[in-house]
């Protein structure tokens, strides 16, 4: 029956397979025959050539090249890096502040930043689609605060959204423009955005609301995760996977009630969810559900001093205004939120120091579990240089599991890790960061290896490969021929920095690889922390590989001999 077998054909998505007449209706090798020949159509191996320049930097005229190649080799230079912030303050008042920006323009904030507005990136934005790279638009007027100055910060001195607008101290941080200009942005992100039709959006959390907020908040959370970890060496678990520590509920029960935390009948009432201790044990993920939006957090349980052996509250003070914070955070998180989805951008959460990320990693799980269930809308961030990144990744993907969402991480091996060692040598605290640059390739490789697995049986997971690691790339291209897994479903994206590792980006974008680069803008005063970032992380990108350079100068050579040296990109 020649009309089944052309139906059978295109069912099997093979309308062009040659049909094997021999085979019977019902014998089912004929359909076996069919998948395997689908599967081998599907397992054919993607390879990209990092190495052609004409086609790495087709999008760039010659200045820029120049202006590439100035710019990396002043990130060598150790005192340029290091009072890079004095440096610009000095320029400033040298060369006043017009001229000032005209310098910068015309190399690193002109390098690593799109522009001041929304209007004024576009025709980058255009730029960078047009050659197969989509956008991830970060307004990035940041502040890098240490714990101190964010303990002093009063970003929430004002209790109205009218107060805030009006109250100069709050319309001159920088959280008031940011969400105007993401609500502004959105939309146009979303036509011109990128190679998919859903383009990104980044946020910073301390831009929502008070940081001190959010080191309250981060306190409460790995404080709760330490009680959690002892009352797991009281059960002699210790040691053991994260997800593997399961608490038995009448033992822990037990416990509490020794150690003074509340009376019988009220531990017993912690863990009477419809799920929670069913299976006699409990595991993090249940005892993290413990803190819930429904917990008031000035009411939290008291935990054990492990070093006085006392009970003290989690916190020692936590007032209704700061509650009235809290939720104001929240509400800003829920307006982004619902602009983006209703506009097709996805949400992209970056991450921020340690002291900061407990609170702002759980606030993006709240997220996720409110807007990924139909598909992935928010990412949450991972730097991969913590020694905890691991543990991180595989709850988050094992709560996303047993409740039903989209997963969606950005892994990146992480952006503040002086700042980090300098912060733990001078508090006295455990260094939070893997010992070297090895230690955090492997975790990085370790975490995309486990998310990658997850994709492959579930599809329900996400990630974006944030890194300018050419064998990171390259590793994940290998794991996902291994897995036949195709770049047009969209579960594995990359991303780079704008300005940086061009060679890998546009190659990837050219080749039908979901590729984006995160696109900094804003005024130029107010990006300098951004700037001021960006140097310390090139110089010990630009001194571990001098790659990207000779690169940009074999292009440089290529078009001099071809007659191309005034080449002007056409799209």
Known sequence: NMEFWLLAAIASGLPNAPLDPSCAVVEKPCEVDLIRRKAHTERQRISIDFDNTQEAYKSKDTLELLRSLLVFKLCTFDFLVD???????????????????????M????QFVAGEDQNTIKPLIEKNQAFGVGSVLDYSVEEDLTQEEAEKKEMDSCVSEAEKESHGKCVQMYRAPFLSQFTKSAPGNCVVAGSSVDGFSAIKMTALGRPQFLLQFSEVLVKWRRFFNLLAAHQGKD?????????????????LIKLGVGAKSDIENWFTGEKLGSSGTIDLLDWNSLINDTTKISNLLVVPNMESGHLEPLLSKFTDEEEKQMKRMLQRMDVLAKHAVENGVRLMVDAEQTYFQPAISRLTLEMQRIFNREKPNIFNTYQCYLREAYDNVSVDVELSRREGWYFGAKLV???????????AAEIGYEDPINPDYEATNRMYHKCLEYILEE?????????????HNEDTVKFTLEKMNETSLSPTENKVCFGQLLGMCDQISFPLGQAGFPVYKYVPYGPVNEVIPYLSRRAQENRGFM?????????????LKRRLFSGQLLYKPAY
Do not use: P
């Open 83 to 105: 009072k890079n912030k004095e440096l610009m303050d000095l320029s400033k008042k040298v060369f006043g502040q017009r001229l000032f920006e005209k310098l910068m323009k």
């Open 455 to 467: 994709i492959n049986h579930n599809r329900m997971a996400n990630v974006m490969v944030a890194s």
């Open 239 to 255: 040691g053991m996977a994260i997800l593997e520590q399961k608490l038995e509920l009448e033992q822990l029960q037990d416990s």
């Open 543 to 555: 001194k571990g590989s001098q790659r990207e350079r000779s690169l940009l100068w074999k292009e």
């Open 413 to 423: 091996r992480g952006a503040y890790m002086c700042q980090e060692r300098s912060r």
């Open 107 to 110: 190399t690193f904030y002109g």
